[in-house]
T-cell receptor
Framework: ETGVTQTPRHLVMGMTNKKSLKCEQH?????MYWYKQSAKKPLELMFV???????ENNSVPSRFSPECPNSSHLFLHLHTLQPEDSALYLC????????????????FGPGTRLTVL | GEDVEQSLFLSVREGDSSVINCTYT??????LYWYKQEPGAGLQLLTY?????DMKQDQRLTVLLNKKDKHLSLRIADTQTGDSAIYFC??????????FGTGTRLQVFP
């Protein structure tokens, strides 16, 4: 596998379910990101992890809980979601560290299409 | 505030040039990016430009930056049907943060 992979690609869940989204990057990067893409809205940054430490939480509701056990893996744990949480959830990674176009250029996975019923 | 604006749609004939425009607000953004998203896929980095450059060319892609007007454009020469996708402009005001536009849907017809 190369690049950034995400599983599952599609997920349908009820409002009372608990599920997790998984992201894995094979690029040797140190920073990982979760984005939400809803129809007709710009991409919304949710969380940023740099060297396994969370450096950004963009006022995301607590029903979304990220986990970054190591620099290659990022999870998004979901519980008690609402129908308006239905969206494409994109994971990205970047080299991280000091500023610079090459080091901070983000590479995206294919996304998980989430539908909350 | 931080805001990146793009027109929503662009339709061009195959073989013509496409020009996708973007305006951004944060003059401190040091890098600006263009990403492409095909149906059902994630975002693919196309190119980026450093803020002290006016132009960058990469094969069929030409990026023009007018820093005074905070205007960025992406020109695709000899547009093909495979170029049909959504194109996102993004600015990077902070190290970890990308601000994306809403995307421009490019439709290429024969």
């Amino acid at each position: 596998e190369t690049g950034v992979t995400q599983t599952p690609r599609h997920l349908v869940m009820g409002m009372t379910n608990k599920k997790s989204l998984k992201c894995e990057q094979h690029l040797g990067h140190n920073a990982m990101y979760w984005y939400k893409q809803s129809a007709k809205k710009p991409l919304e940054l949710m969380f940023v992890y740099n060297f396994k430490e969370q450096t950004e939480n963009n006022s995301v509701p607590s029903r979304f809980s990220p986990e970054c056990p190591n620099s290659s893996h990022l999870f998004l744990h979901l519980h008690t979601l609402q129908p308006e949480d239905s969206a494409l959830y994109l994971c990205a990674s970047s080299p991280g560290g000091t500023s610079g176009a090459v080091r901070d250029t983000q590479y995206f996975g294919p996304g998980t299409r989430l539908t909350v019923l | 505030g931080e805001d990146v604006e793009q027109s929503l749609f662009l339709s061009v004939r195959e073989g013509d040039s496409s020009v996708i425009n973007c305006t951004y607000t944060d003059s401190s953004s040091t890098y600006l990016y263009w990403y492409k998203q095909e149906p059902g896929a994630g975002l693919q980095l196309l190119t980026y430009i450093f803020s002290n450059m006016d132009m960058k060319q990469d094969q069929r892609l030409t990026v023009l930056l007018n820093k005074k007007d905070k205007h960025l454009s992406l020109r695709i020469a000899d547009t093909q049907t495979g170029d049909s996708a959504i194109y996102f402009c993004a600015e990077r005001p902070d190290t970890d943060k990308l601000i994306f536009g809403t995307g421009t849907r490019l439709q290429v017809f024969p």
